[in-house]
């Protein structure tokens, strides 16, 4: 099994920046890709930057140029740098893994509110 922990978050005023993490513990060689979804009030779920193994990035058009996906040199952390942070980047965010055996692994999701 792989258990994810996020952390980080909170309230930042918009235009300014904020960083999360997420630890993977657990069978983390089951790991093909890790990242970050978001969900805003009354939206659904959404892709915000993720990362495989091997280091390919996928993102969304929304934070492109603005939001930065990163790891650490083992490779069980992933980061996501979040930059000129907008109101409608207000969202829980969630760290998401995608295993080699089909199954999906989600934290427990960390609640990002940018003030206007």
């Known amino acids: 099994q792989v258990q994810l922990v996020e952390s980080g978050g909170g309230l930042v005023q918009a235009g300014g920046s904020t960083r999360l993490s997420c630890v993977a513990s657990?069978?983390?060689?089951?790991?093909?890709?890790m990242g970050w979804y978001r969900q805003a009030p009354g939206a659904q779920r959404e892709l915000v930057a993720t990362?495989?193994?091997?280091?390919?990035?996928k993102d969304a058009d929304s934070v492109k140029g603005r939001f930065t996906i990163s790891r650490d040199k083992v490779g069980n952390t992933r980061y996501l740098q979040m930059n000129s942070l907008k109101p409608e980047d207000t969202a829980v965010y969630y760290c998401h893994a995608n295993t080699w055996y089909d199954v999906e692994v989600w934290g427990q999701g960390t609640q990002v509110t940018v003030s206007s």
């Open positions: 657990g069978r983390t060689s089951a790991i093909k890709a």
């Open positions: 990362m495989t193994t091997s280091g390919i990035i």
